[in-house]
């Protein structure tokens, strides 16, 4: 199986293909990893800087583990203990780390475009590991992969996106793949959080009513309202939030049909899901943890270029 792309720099410019093949070989490495032995030496001798330059604990983790999974070797870059905070650019420290050879880069950053500002201008692979609200491509493919492991599929498959999807690059990356793969989306949201004309941009749905939305969902993919990103008042209060837009058990028991409950992470409790909820067995949040690991692999595995899952 190989890919037509070098770089995983955002869903948006992947074939239907690439995206399938990313995700059957993740099945691959799901295998590898119930194994008592979960490690193979697929990326021996290869090299892996994680720069991040925006904090992380879910991705920098999975990263992490995934390379170490594959016997690759990594380095740990965070910009707040580096040169970076003495002035030094984005490409200069870059190329310092690619000079020791350094064969792939895992990239963090606040600055929508900035892999892609990097992929211009430098020889290795590079993996989006989220920038600013454009893309979280690898957060795409686990909810994907996660979505297909629990419905057996992606076709047609009926997926609400709630919370802030303006300032969302799950939601961004999660649009793009399932309207590839064939599945339905609805975004759902104070109409200050959803960007306008998105139903049109992107071929999805909009409804800005919580429970029409999950009687109408199999799978309710619940974002973060994203303080750290908005520099103008969007909605009143985090509690009035609660109350419209939050899912409650309450809510969830009046409608006629058990749904799947996602969420990305971090989880604001109490604000975008009770915790009774993201607690459920109905929320599969620690299952797409858990297979971000093997996505992960699959990525760095088929960028890497090395043909053989060896065990
Ligand atoms: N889902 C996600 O990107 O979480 P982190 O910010 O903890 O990596």
Redesign the pocket.
């Known amino acids: 199986m190989s890919l037509s792309a070098k770089h995983l720099l955002g869903i948006r410019d992947l074939s239907r293909e690439d995206i399938s093949v990313f995700l059957q070989t993740a099945e691959q490495f799901k295998e590898v990893l119930q194994r008592p032995v979960k490690k193979v030496p697929s990326l021996r001798d290869i090299t892996i800087v994680n720069l991040f330059f925006?904090?992380?604990?879910?991705?920098?983790?999975?990263f992490e583990l995934a390379e170490k999974r594959l016997s690759a070797d990594t380095i740990n870059f965070t910009a707040s203990s580096s040169s970076v905070s003495k002035g030094e650019t984005l490409l200069d420290t870059v190329n310092n780390i690619l000079s020791m050879k350094v064969d792939m880069v895992v990239m963090?950053h606040s600055a929508s475009g900035a892999p892609h500002f990097l992929a211009k201008h430098i020889p290795a692979a590079i993996i989006n590991?989220?920038d600013g609200i454009n893309e979280?491509p690898t957060?795409a493919l686990l909810d994907a992969f996660s979505i297909r492991e629990k419905t057996g599929k992606l076709e047609k498959v009926k997926v609400a996106i709630i919370g802030d999807i303006m300032h969302s690059r799950?939601a961004l990356s999660n649009i793009y793949l399932l309207k590839k793969m064939g599945a339905d989306v609805t975004v759902c949201g104070p109409p200050t959080l959803i960007p306008k004309y998105i139903s049109e941009a992107l071929g999805i749905q909009v409804n800005y009513n919580l429970k029409e939305t999950l009687e109408w969902c199999d799978v309710a993919n619940v974002l973060r309202i994203q303080l750290e990103r908005q520099n103008q008042v969007l909605f009143s209060s985090l509690r009035e939030y609660n109350l419209t837009y939050g899912i409650s058990r309450r809510l969830l028991d009046e409608l006629h049909k058990e749904i799947i409950i996602m969420h990305?992470?971090?989880i604001n409790r109490g604000v975008e899901l009770d915790s009774d909820v993201a607690d459920s067995k109905q929320s599969i949040i620690l299952q797409q943890v858990e297979n971000?690991v093997a996505v992960r692999m699959a990525v760095l595995y088929l960028l890497s270029n090395r043909n053989a899952i060896s065990n």
């Open positions: 925006e904090n992380s604990t879910r991705t920098r983790i999975s963090r590991a989220g979280h957060q799950v990305p992470g971090p971000g």
